[in-house]
Nanobody
Framework: QVQLVESGGGLVQPGGSLRLSCTAS????????MGWYRQVPGKEREWVAS???????VYQDSVKGRFTISRDNAKNTVYLQTDNLKSEDTAVYYC??????????WGKGTLVTVSS
């Protein structure tokens, strides 16, 4: 059974940082394209960043220079380092593992709240 478990969310002041983690079981993250998405109540889920199996990274424009996605194959975990957080970054952050033929898995999310 495949599970993706996110952690690391919380309440942080504007300008602060959080490191989100997504730990996988049942799959090897190095074999998948791993992505982070976020969703605000009442809005559609949006893509934030991805890392491919060959290590290439790509980011949504609004987080470039502030967020960093990385992967630790030994821990089977993907991270999203979020720096210089803004109020508009407040959302539930989800991890997604994508494979060929439309195969993908989602975690249940971790809440990030940016507020003073």
């Amino acid at each position: 059974q495949v599970q993706l478990v996110e952690s690391g969310g919380g309440l942080v002041q504007p300008g602060g940082s959080l490191r989100l983690s997504c730990t996988a079981s049942g799959i090897i993250v190095n074999d998948y394209a791993m992505g982070w998405y976020r969703q605000v109540p009442g809005k559609e889920r949006e893509w934030v960043a991805s890392v491919t199996s060959d290590g290439s990274t790509v980011y949504q424009d609004s987080v470039k220079g502030r967020f960093t996605i990385s992967r630790d194959n030994a821990k089977n975990t993907v991270y999203l380092q979020t720096d210089n957080l803004k109020s508009e970054d407040t959302a539930v952050y989800y991890c997604k593992a994508s494979y060929r033929f439309g195969i993908h898995y989602w975690g249940k999310g971790t809440l990030v709240t940016v507020s003073s």
